[in-house]
Nanobody, 121 residues
Framework: VQLQASGGGSVQAGGSLRLSCEAS????????MGWYRQSSGKERELVAT???????YYGDSVKGRSTISRDSAAKTVDLRMNSLKSEDTAVYYC????????????????WGQGTQVTVSS
């Protein structure tokens, strides 16, 4: 299973960004997709996830200024964030919970390599 993320980079405070992630490889079914982030010296935290029923969950720090969506057929998840702050600077990790091979196989959590987002004032 591979997770390929795109987007990120350097953004001005108050601006917006879009992160996208595509899952590929041996995938039978996808349960949850989403994004986590980790800034220097801090633990990894939830940004947003979306389950197979398209129910979204947001971390408190991004709630109200972020939107997550998924395309289950394309195996992609998008995150849009507005009103960016310096506190949003972090490495953002794509996350997928899936079954690789049939209903009898164990569901697992997979992570992308991370993409840097830097918000400057």
């Amino acid at each position: 299973v591979q997770l390929q993320a795109s987007g990120g980079g350097s953004v001005q405070a108050g601006g917006s960004l879009r992160l996208s992630c595509e899952a590929s490889g041996s995938i039978f079914s996808i349960d949850t997709m989403g994004w986590y982030r980790q800034s220097s010296g801090k633990e990894r935290e939830l940004v947003a996830t979306i389950d197979r029923a398209d129910v979204a969950y947001y971390g408190d720090s991004v709630k109200g200024r972020s939107t997550i969506s998924r395309d289950s057929a394309a195996k992609t998840v998008d995150l849009r964030m507005n009103s960016l702050k310096s506190e949003d600077t972090a490495v953002y990790y794509c996350y997928v919970r899936l079954r690789p091979n049939g209903w009898g196989t164990q569901i697992g959590d997979y992570w992308g390599q991370g993409t840097q987002v830097t918000v400057s004032s």
